[in-house]
């Protein structure tokens, strides 16, 4: 089992940042691709980022302007995000599988953080 919380959502201006974090349990962290995915309201989830040992991947709608990053010596993998848009306010959530590949089913699921982004 893996249990995830993420931290760092808000309220900021657009063309502003936040980075979010998600803190992860368990033993085998570093074995596992994490992901972050995010819902608007209205709006199906949908997959923002994702890392593993491989490398990471990124939606197209983000790329240049988000970052995600990990320290598996601290159970955790961030999303650094910049030039944030008000198409970016979402539920972000923080996710984990053990399958190798970035997109398909995630195994588990943090509870969300509220972004907000004002014009």
């Known amino acids: 089992q893996v249990q995830l919380v993420e931290s760092g959502g808000g309220l900021v201006q657009a063309g502003g940042s936040l980075r979010l974090s998600c803190a992860a349990s368990?033993?085998?962290?570093?074995?596992?691709?994490m992901g972050w995915f995010r819902q608007a309201a209205g709006k199906e989830r949908e997959v923002v980022a994702a890392?593993?040992?491989?490398?990471?991947y990124y939606a197209d709608s983000v790329k240049g302007r988000f970052t995600i990053s990990r320290d598996n010596a601290k159970n955790t993998v961030y999303l650094q995000m910049n030039s944030l848009k008000p198409e970016d306010t979402a539920v972000y959530y923080c996710?984990?599988?053990?399958?190798?590949?970035?997109?398909?089913?995630?195994?588990?699921w943090g509870q969300g953080t509220q972004v907000t982004v004002s014009s």
């Open positions: 996710a984990a599988r053990s399958a190798a590949t970035y997109l398909g089913r995630y195994d588990y």
């Open positions: 368990g033993r085998t962290f570093s074995s596992y691709t």
């Open positions: 890392i593993n040992w491989r490398g990471t």
